[in-house]
């Protein structure tokens, strides 16, 4: 059955099986199964080896269930090739990731301008639209510097700017605190929370349960399942 309009994910009884080079079967994921609703502020979080960064993979269509169901914005996107996934991913999702994963030869307005090519919109239109959204993130005065003339701070909210590119559906943000020194890291979340306040749904994969609690509400992952969902 098609989820609720206002379910922006569900995952339904969702595995996820590796099966390497020796052929041992490895469960990572052992039927998950959660909803969030559209504008909702929502960690995962779990210790290495508990399936986050291979539930990360499947929110982000980077990697596909074994078997059950996951929903995006209405749509079933489980079984999607890999043409269909890539295009739900340019289309519908926000990354931002710990490491920034800026192009360190082109400037900050470079950097939001490469991802809006790509959609096909002409150089005026890309320009205009890195202006507001370098804008949005403080960093107005910023845009023609590189990221190595930038700090760790600055560059990571000009990956969350790059993020917002695409309009997407999902902000999906991996430890965005992850390479940031505390004081930093209480801004970068001070910026999702002010995203999720405009009404964007933000959710944050991290193994700090401190970046968890400053979310709405948490998942916590363990061996693959979901330990615990407190009520938001």
Avoid at 123 to 138: F, M, S, T, W, Y
Avoid at 152 to 165: K, S
Avoid at 194 to 215: F, Y
């Amino acid at each position: 059955m098609p989820p609720d309009p206002d379910d922006i994910v569900r995952l339904e009884q969702v595995t996820k099986i590796y099966t390497p080079a020796a052929k041992v079967e490895v469960p990572a994921l052992r039927g998950v199964s959660f909803t969030i609703r559209r504008g909702e502020y929502v960690a995962i979080v779990g210790p290495s080896g508990s399936g986050k960064s291979t539930l990360l993979n499947i929110l982000g269509c980077l990697d596909r269930p074994t078997s059950g169901t996951y929903w995006l914005d209405g749509r079933n996107v489980s079984e999607l090739d890999d043409d269909a996934l890539s295009d739900i991913r340019g289309q519908r999702i926000g990354f931002v990731f710990q490491s920034f994963n800026l192009i360190h030869t082109q400037t900050v307005l470079e950097n939001l301008e490469t991802p809006l090519f790509y959609q096909g919109l002409r150089a005026p239109q890309r320009h205009a639209l890195a202006l507001r959204l370098i804008e949005k993130v403080g960093l107005a005065d910023r845009g023609r510097h590189f990221p190595h003339e930038l700090s760790g701070g600055q560059q990571q909210r000009v990956a969350i700017a790059r993020a917002l590119a695409n309009d997407p559906a999902v902000l999906l943000a991996d430890e965005p605190t992850g390479n940031l020194d505390s004081q930093t890291g209480q801004m970068i979340l001070g910026l999702l929370d002010q995203l999720n306040a405009d009404g964007r749904t933000v959710i944050i994969v991290t193994h700090d349960l401190n970046v968890a609690r400053h979310c709405h509400r948490y998942i916590e992952m363990r061996d693959g399942l979901i330990h615990t969902e407190p009520a938001a």
